[in-house]
């Protein structure tokens, strides 16, 4: 079992900067993917970024590319970070951690957490 917090949200303005924390705690030896999404209201959940926990190889969304940056820490990864650059109003919305697991058989698991709003307003 794993367990996933997020912090660090709140309201700036169009061109201030956030950075978003996940804890992650529990068998965090397991963990090998954290993924960061999104969801604004009345839209579908959208991917931003996922960092793989071994290499630390990142993948971002089209929309976020140059302004947004995931990071983790520890070995094994108990916190994951997105630092959020030149934000826009379309950013808005709640950001939620996802900590993927595999155990030694192959079976993998998502631990999601509550999601925290960020918001960007004049």
């Known amino acids: 079992q794993v367990t996933v917090v997020e912090s660090g949200g709140g309201q700036v303005q169009p061109g201030e900067s956030l950075r978003l924390s996940c804890e992650v705690s529990?068998?965090?030896?397991?963990?090998?993917?954290v993924t960061w999404y999104r969801q604004a209201p009345g839209e579908e959940r959208e991917l931003v970024a996922r960092i793989f926990s071994v290499c630390g190889t990142t993948d971002y969304a089209e929309s976020v590319k140059g302004r947004f940056t995931a990071s983790i820490r520890g070995n094994p990864v108990n916190a994951a970070y997105l630092q959020m650059n030149s934000l826009k109003a379309a950013d808005t919305a709640v950001y939620i951690c996802c900590a993927a697991t595999s155990d030694t058989a192959g079976t993998r698991n998502s631990y999601w957490g509550q999601g925290i709003q960020v918001t960007v307003s004049p």
């Open positions: 529990g068998d965090t030896a397991s963990v090998f993917r």
